[in-house]
């Protein structure tokens, strides 16, 4: 099997293509402590998997991604949803079932938390 075979085999079985949103979680050291982020990573996780959002089709599905720098650096983790492009600042571990629950499930921001927004359009 070619490589890009391969890719595509692995894409499928985690039904990139099928997703509705896309959640970035910065848990750079210059954005919180290594311990801060890991903790959210391991609370988006959990989330995710446990509410049916994460490897599942349908409206709420949602693809996520932890990522070192989305260059905004302090009082993170930061946190970005695609495609509403919509930022929040503060998001641990205690703020993720909150997040989930509102913003992923409910299509609720938290406004409180959001601090800036960059739509992308839809093709």
């Known amino acids: 099997m070619d490589e890009k075979a391969r890719l595509a085999v692995v894409a499928d079985k985690l039904l990139i293509g099928r997703y509705h949103r896309h959640v970035f979680l910065c848990i750079g050291e210059d954005c919180c402590t290594k311990e801060e982020g890991q903790a959210a990573w391991e609370a988006l996780k959990k989330e995710l998997k446990d509410r049916g959002l994460s490897l599942s089709v349908g409206p709420s ?63």
């Open 61 to 123: 599905a949602c693809y996520r991604t932890k990522v070192q720098c989305l260059r905004v650096c302090g009082s993170g983790p930061i946190l970005v949803v695609y495609p509403e492009g919509t930022y929040y600042f503060g998001m641990t571990a205690d703020k993720i079932p909150e997040f989930v629950e509102k913003h992923l499930i409910d299509g609720q921001p938290i406004e409180e938390r959001v601090f800036a927004r960059n739509p992308l359009p839809l093709v």
